[in-house]
């Protein structure tokens, strides 16, 4: 070290300050969105989702403080920005309300991870065929297990009665008191449609029982599009491809909602839990307020209270099995 040089030491660090980066000081408050619009999600493709704000159908995205809370069709929503509803325009989606109601699936029973297929509906439509494809009671089983679970009113809808006779399939389902209206190609679908008006309905099935052909019908500019069933394997081909919410017409106004889905082909239960579903019959609850601690109310189950309602005639017996059925569909392949 030369003469004149010193060493760079301590009493030098007190006149040194670090360059400080201009930035925007933290703030915990956050924006209220008075200002915001009430929406309804209609649908949802890759990360965009369209809107009605005020009967006009706006594209949006989700704001980043919504973090990896989803958004999925029938959330009603606030949304602020661009909600002109103009070719390029793009509004965000900064509130998500709290949900009536959740159907719920998982990819299979021990998927421990829930799907949310829609929100705040409150009917559930079980569309099934009666025959090509032929029906398949393991869908309609779990789909009534999820919509008991949801809190949803379940209806089964056959279709295709022209070709076999519903008689067959409904006897497995009085015991249950679902109810359920019947339709053929080219028929009357009037009653359906009185079972939808001022409701919000999903409409589940496989692909091939007739879904869209329904929503064509009740949706004239739906235009849906329609597939066929393979004479192979008796099953048929996905044409829709996303769920989409459509206004059910009415002569001067809107009489309710109806939410189309692709056809399923998994549909696990992993979230249901049997106490939650013996909720659903309130007359069966009841009767197992004896039951031993952790009873499933299963078939296999020693001391159930259900058996003992069914040996003193308090229950009846085709009730209790036909729920049973339903607890038994969580471990059941859908096809």
Not at 127 to 154: F, H, N, Q, W
Not at 173 to 193: A, S
Not at 218 to 231: E, F, K, S, T
Request: net charge negative; proline share 6%; aromatic share 4%.
């Amino acid at each position: 070290m030369t003469p004149g040089q010193r060493r760079y030491g301590e009493e030098d660090q007190e006149h040194y300050e670090r360059p400080r980066r201009r930035t925007r000081p933290r703030t915990k408050d956050r924006p209220t969105y008075d200002d915001a619009h009430e929406g309804l999600v209609l649908t949802v493709d890759r990360g965009r989702y369209g809107v009605v704000v005020d009967d006009r159908a706006v594209t949006a995205m989700k704001a980043r403080p919504l973090g990896r809370k989803g958004v999925v069709v029938g959330d009603r929503v606030r949304v602020v920005g661009d909600v002109t509803g103009e070719e390029g325009s793009l509004a965000r989606i900064v509130e998500v309300d709290e949900r009536s109601t959740t159907l719920r699936r998982s990819a299979d029973d021990d998927d421990a991870v829930e799907r949310v297929i829609v929100a705040n509906a409150d009917q559930l439509v079980i569309v099934s065929a009666l025959a090509d494809p032929e029906p398949r009671t393991g869908l309609i089983d779990r789909a009534l297990v999820a919509a008991y679970d949801a809190g949803m009113k379940p209806l089964l809808c056959l279709t295709k009665s022209d070709l076999a006779d519903p008689e067959t399939l409904l006897v497995t389902y009085r015991p249950l008191g679902v109810p359920w209206v019947v339709t053929r190609k080219g028929g009357d679908i009037g009653e359906l449609r009185e079972r939808l008006r001022e409701r919000t309905s999903v409409l589940i099935g496989h692909s091939g029982v007739g879904k869209s052909t329904l929503v064509n019908a009740l949706v004239p500019d739906a235009d849906r599009a329609i597939g066929h069933v393979n004479a192979v394997t008796g099953r048929g081909r996905h044409t829709s491809t996303s769920a989409i919410m459509l206004p059910l017409p009415g002569e001067d106004t809107v009489e309710g909602w109806i939410i189309d889905t692709p056809g399923i082909r998994s549909f696990g239960l992993a979230h249901v839990q049997p106490q939650h579903l013996i909720e659903a019959f309130p007359d069966l609850d009841e009767m197992t307020e004896d039951c031993p601690r952790g009873c499933t109310h299963g078939e296999d189950e020693p001391e159930c209270g259900l058996d003992e309602a069914v040996e003193r005639g308090h229950a009846d017996p085709l009730r209790v099995e036909s729920f049973r059925r339903l607890l038994a569909a969580r471990s059941v392949s859908l096809y």
